[in-house]
């Protein structure tokens, strides 16, 4: 089967950088992706990684080592808004996509 | 262009009822997937319909049950409820493979 791995909570302070990791295990592997959900909010897609190495994206940027089944998601300079949940996300085997549990991004001022 | 809308956005039942959940994608996706959001869960995959077809299922019990429209509108069914179906269910189209989801339909059982 298909799991993911991610912290439930992370804090950081505004302007600092933050690295939110995701260990995946899949029978297999179609690619990476990210998602953002603010609080009473839909999610929405940040990134997607289906190579090894880093894909940068304004502020965000998204790592993928398939050997590794490990993924980051990079945010630097952070904001208020960024205080969100961050999801990771893998194809499962017949397409659609597996989410990991989230990981609830707080910034402080 | 107009996102995916869900409705009802928020409903309350009780034990034993059933309910119905629409779901209206993006014009000319016709994928749609469905998934139940509870706290501590993450997103839960429920199915996906294309073209009026379930392509895929999740691991949820046949009470479980949706459907797909020539428009690709999609309804998604819950019969007997229980306590535990309490959740947000989430809709998302996509033509690519990038999901575009919807604001949700909060469901309370009581």
């Known amino acids: 089967g298909q799991s993911l791995e991610q912290p439930s909570e992370v804090t950081a302070v505004e302007g600092a950088i933050v690295q939110i990791n995701c260990t995946y295990q899949?029978?297999?592997?179609?690619?990476l992706s990210w998602y953002q959900q603010h609080d009473g909010g839909a999610p929405t897609f940040l990134s997607y990684n289906a190579l090894d190495g880093l894909e940068e994206t304004g502020r965000f940027s998204s790592f993928l080592s398939r050997s590794d089944s490990y993924g980051y998601l990079l945010l630097q300079e952070l904001q208020m808004k960024d205080s969100a949940s961050y999801f990771c996300?893998?194809?499962?085997?017949?397409?659609?996509?597996?989410f990991g549990k989230g990981t609830k991004l707080s910034v402080k001022p | 262009k107009a996102g995916v809308t869900q409705t009802p956005r928020y409903l309350i039942k009780t034990r034993g009822q059933q309910v119905t959940l629409s779901c209206s994608p993006i014009?000319?996706?016709?994928?749609v997937s469905w998934y139940q959001q509870t706290p501590g869960q993450g997103l839960q995959f429920l199915f996906e319909?294309?073209?009026?077809?379930?392509?895929n299922k999740g691991n949820f019990p046949g009470r479980f049950s949706g459907r797909q429209f020539s428009n690709s509108r999609s309804e998604m069914n819950v019969s007997t409820l229980e306590l535990g179906d309490s959740a947000l269910y989430l809709c998302?189209?996509?033509?690519?493979?990038?999901?575009?989801f919807g604001e949700g339909s909060r469901l309370t059982v009581l």
């Open positions: 899949t029978s297999g592997f179609y690619g």
């Open positions: 996300a893998v194809q499962g085997s017949q397409g659609n996509l597996i």
């Open positions: 014009s000319g996706h016709r994928s």
């Open positions: 998302a189209s996509s033509l690519t493979g990038e999901l575009f």
């Open positions: 319909y294309f073209s009026e077809t379930q392509r």
